[in-house]
Structure formats: structure tokens, C-alpha cells
């Protein structure tokens, strides 16, 4: 049985290791709040009204411009991240309203979005375990973005789901930064996988999680399917973005973004192959490659 340190405060009694494998899923949205999510850190206001509007198709790009805008500090930090690698926009943008006529409304959703979720957990980036899980999520929405084409899928929607599918590890971790080091380190030197440590600690693993957050929000089904499913073994027919999602999650793994380094990975071909043949073999990626195209679009956060 795996020895872990409960977070603080203690709100529930110690259990038994969870078992092994993806486990009973809770139902989504939970019904009430899972102790390990109560008093989470709230969200920034501009963070919400991103994460609210990501459904809302009718929304005019002067109403998203304008809650942008309106947060000076949070604007300019978003300019920032836009004119970085991580976007590496074909020509540089000064202002919100710029940006949105240069690249579109649902690019600078995405970008601002990404800056949010980024300043949410900034707090515990100086843990250098916890960064690693940040770049893990940032290398798996540029791998989605990157493959959704090439499957008929929209980029930007693949991007957005692949930041969003780790929204619960992102909240456990700026929460608990001990316990969550602990969960890496305990993962490691255990050989488990993530999700059986977390649900050990905190009765619930980030997939429970992330769905209890996202079931709080008016977000779209295809965020919280990648949000519930992306690491399922298999998930159900037809190939649709919570394939993606759950492909570029293990190809970031492999290229070297994984949470636990120490633990043997599929190689990059496996995971390629997990794509159905017909959109396989329209997807020419070298490994090497497109892992220098990451680390160069990571280094925004370094
Ligand atoms: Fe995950």
C-alpha cells in the first residue's frame, strides 16, 4: 500500500489504496462536493467569463474584447503570450481588438485562456514537479492542435480540450502543492499511475475532478468529454476530439513532457497508431522534430 501524506486540512479518514486501473467513475457532474475540491482557489473573474463563454456560439467579439480589455494587467500579459513562440502568430499584435481581427475570436479565446489557466497556477511553478505537470499539459494542446487537421477536426476546438483535460490535476495541484509533489514522487517510485495515487489521497482522481469543475460551467459536451475520457483505454466509437486529446496526452509523454519521466513509455510510433490508418497516414511527424518545435513554444513559460 502506497504511504501518502494527507493534505491539510485532514477532512477525511485514511483508506485503502484505491485499486489499480481507471476505476468506478463518479457520476458527472458529482453531486455534491468532493472534500478534495472544497474551497478550491476560485478562478480569476476573467478566467470564468472565458471559460463560460467557450459554449456560447452567439457571443459578438466586442462583448469578449471588452471583459479582455477591461483587466489591464491580465490584457497585457495576454499580448505578451500572443506575440511569444507558444503562438507564433505570422504577424505581432498590439491590442485585444487587434489580435482578434489578425487571428480570429476563437484564437484569442484560446490564448487568453491558456495566460489564464497559466496565472491560476503560477503560485506553485517554482515547484519544479508541478511545472512539470503545466508543460505536460501545455505539450498535449499544441500535439492535439497540431493533429486535429489531419483528422478532419478543428484545430482550435483541440487545443482548447487539450488545455482543459487536466483543468482538475491543475486544481488539485495549486491546492495541495505538497501532496501533489507527493503524488509524482509516489507514483514514481511505486511504478503506479497517476490517477490510482490520486484517488489513494484524495478520493478522486483529476478526470473526476476536472469533471466535477467543468460540470459547474456552461462548457461545451466536447470539453467535458475530454475533460471525463481522455484516458480511458478505449474510448467509444466514432473517432471524434476526445480520441485526439487522449492521442497527444501519451505522444507529449513520449516526446519527453511526461509528469513521470521515470516510467517506461509506449514509443512515439505506438501512440501514432492509435490514430485510425486513413488520418495516420496523413500526419508526417518526426519525433525529434516536433519535440524542438515544442521546447521552442515552451520556452514562453521558462
Ligand atoms: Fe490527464
Redesign the pocket.
Known amino acids: 500500500m502506497l504511504q501518502v501524506q494527507h493534505p491539510q486540512p485532514v477532512a477525511q479518514p485514511a483508506r485503502a489504496a484505491a485499486p489499480s486501473g481507471p476505476g468506478p467513475a463518479l457520476p458527472c457532474p458529482h453531486p455534491t462536493t468532493p472534500w478534495a475540491l472544497d474551497n478550491l482557489p476560485p478562478f480569476s473573474p476573467v478566467a470564468l467569463k472565458l471559460l463560460n463563454v467557450l459554449n456560447d456560439e452567439r457571443i459578438h467579439v466586442d462583448q469578449v474584447s471588452r471583459f479582455i480589455t477591461a483587466e489591464p494587467v491580465f490584457s497585457a500579459r495576454v499580448l505578451q503570450i500572443a506575440n511569444s513562440p507558444l503562438f507564433a502568430l505570422q504577424r505581432q499584435v498590439t491590442s485585444i481588438p487587434h489580435a482578434v481581427i489578425v487571428v480570429g475570436l476563437d484564437k484569442v479565446k484560446a490564448i487568453a485562456l491558456t495566460r489564464a489557466l497559466g496565472d491560476y497556477i503560477a503560485p506553485v511553478l517554482r515547484r519544479k514537479a508541478l511545472l512539470v505537470c503545466w508543460r505536460n499539459t501545455l505539450a498535449g494542446a499544441l500535439l492535439a492542435e497540431m493533429l486535429a487537421p489531419a483528422c478532419g477536426l478543428d484545430a482550435g476546438e483541440a487545443y482548447t480540450a487539450g488545455l482543459l ?2 483543468i482538475g ?1 491543475l486544481a488539485l495541484l495549486v491546492k495541495y502543492p505538497e501532496a501533489y509533489t507527493n503524488v509524482i514522487t509516489l507514483s514514481g517510485e511505486h511504478s503506479h499511475d497517476l490517477l490510482t495515487t490520486e484517488r489513494t489521497l484524495f478520493e478522486i482522481d ?2 473526476q475532478a476536472g469533471c466535477w469543475i467543468v460540470g459547474q460551467m456552461a462548457m461545451p459536451a466536447w470539453v467535458q468529454e475530454a475533460v471525463a475520457h ?2 480511458d483505454e478505449e474510448p467509444a466509437a466514432p473517432f471524434r476530439l476526445v480520441h485526439v486529446v487522449r492521442a497527444a ?1 501519451r505522444l507529449a509523454d513520449t516526446l519527453g513532457y511526461s509528469i513521470l519521466p521515470s516510467q517506461e513509455q509506449p514509443c512515439f510510433e505506438a501512440w501514432m497508431n492509435e490514430l485510425p490508418p486513413e488520418f495516420a497516414a496523413r500526419v508526417n511527424l518526426d519525433p525529434e522534430t516536433l519535440r524542438a518545435e515544442i521546447e521552442r513554444k515552451l520556452q514562453a513559460w521558462s
Open positions: 483535460c487536466d490535476r483529476h478526470c481522455h484516458h496526452d
